[in-house]
């Protein structure tokens, strides 16, 4: 199995790497500077080396995102490029790193990664569109840049169910490897959360000073998650808790 990872760099992609290095004859991982071991490079944004860094590609792991940036650019028209930059003749499996929600919550980069989804489910490639829930570490950063002083507000009422980012990679190599599915395939985390109940537990163990304060924000995009749209409706549920991670404890995907 010949496969090429896009967003070699990021959080992901060189963990679902690990994971298929051992089922894999080759794994490659893209990014725009192609660094590291295993790195090709290929930009999504330009269209520039996609043909080479995808050349051979039996099955392809679309991991790559800008949500910073020009999301529209890379993750919009990037997945067209590689739609039209890939080996229709070798392909068997492309998946989709996508996020559970997009199809529910009125936030651009979310319209974005939903648009990308139908590229592919367009293309007539043989897809899976695998939406995962938050990275544990992500919400890490969400609370610690939303920190102001000694005060932690958060959305009130705003629910999620974060993902270990390790089990979200072996949950990723283990779709990969398989076959496609056509459609869309969910992983989240083991339990519900409010944001309240994250902040605090994060605050107990980073920031035991900080004082969490539950505040109402008005508008479309709270209302989405406070009634559920960033949970999961079906697909398998990870293992480890945030206060597992927090704590660094709790299971680990081998």
């Known amino acids: 199995?010949?496969?090429?990872?896009?967003?070699?760099?990021?959080?992901?992609?060189?963990?679902?790497?690990?994971?298929?290095?051992?089922?894999?004859?080759?794994?490659?991982?893209?990014?725009?500077?192609?660094?590291?071991?295993?790195?090709?490079?290929?930009?999504?944004?330009?269209?520039?080396?996609?043909?080479?860094?995808?050349?051979?590609?039996?099955?392809?792991?679309?991991?790559?995102?800008?949500?910073?940036?020009?999301?529209?650019?890379?993750?919009?028209?990037?997945?067209?490029?590689?739609?039209?930059?890939?080996?229709?003749?070798?392909?068997?499996?492309?998946v989709y790193v996508s996020i559970v929600g997009v199809d529910r919550i009125p936030f651009g980069y979310y319209h974005a990664k939903f648009a990308?989804?139908?590229?592919?489910?367009?293309?007539?490639?043989?897809?899976?569109?695998?939406?995962?829930?938050q990275f544990h570490d992500f919400v890490d950063e969400l609370l610690s840049t939303a920190r102001r002083g000694p005060v932690l507000p958060v959305p009130m009422g705003w629910r999620a169910q974060p993902v270990d980012v390790g089990e979200a990679a072996a949950r990723t190599a283990e779709v990969a490897a398989g076959p496609p599915a056509g459609d869309v395939v969910e992983y989240a985390g083991p339990e519900e959360l409010t944001a309240a109940e994250l902040a605090r537990a994060w605050s107990a163990a980073r920031e035991p000073n900080a004082r969490v304060v539950a505040t109402p924000v008005p508008g479309r995009l709270s209302s989405a998650f406070r009634d559920g749209a960033a949970l999961p409706s079906g697909g398998t549920r990870g293992r480890r808790t945030y206060a597992e991670h927090l704590q660094g404890q709790g299971p680990h995907p081998a």
Do not use: F, K, N
């Not at 991982?29 to 996609?50: C, E, I, K, W």
């Not at 800008?66 to 080996?87: E, I, K, S």
């Open 116 to 133: 990308a989804e139908q590229v592919l489910l367009a293309s007539g490639l043989p897809v899976t569109l695998l939406r995962i829930t």
């Open 1 to 94: 199995m010949d496969v090429v990872i896009t967003g070699g760099t990021g959080r992901l992609g060189p963990r679902v790497a690990e994971h298929l290095q051992g089922t894999a004859s080759r794994v490659r991982l893209m990014s725009r500077r192609g660094t590291g071991p295993g790195g090709v490079r290929g930009d999504l944004a330009t269209g520039r080396d996609l043909a080479p860094a995808l050349a051979g590609a039996e099955v392809v792991v679309h991991a790559a995102s800008d949500p910073r940036g020009d999301y529209w650019q890379t993750d919009v028209a990037g997945t067209r490029r590689l739609v039209q930059a890939v080996d229709r003749d070798r392909l068997r499996h492309l």
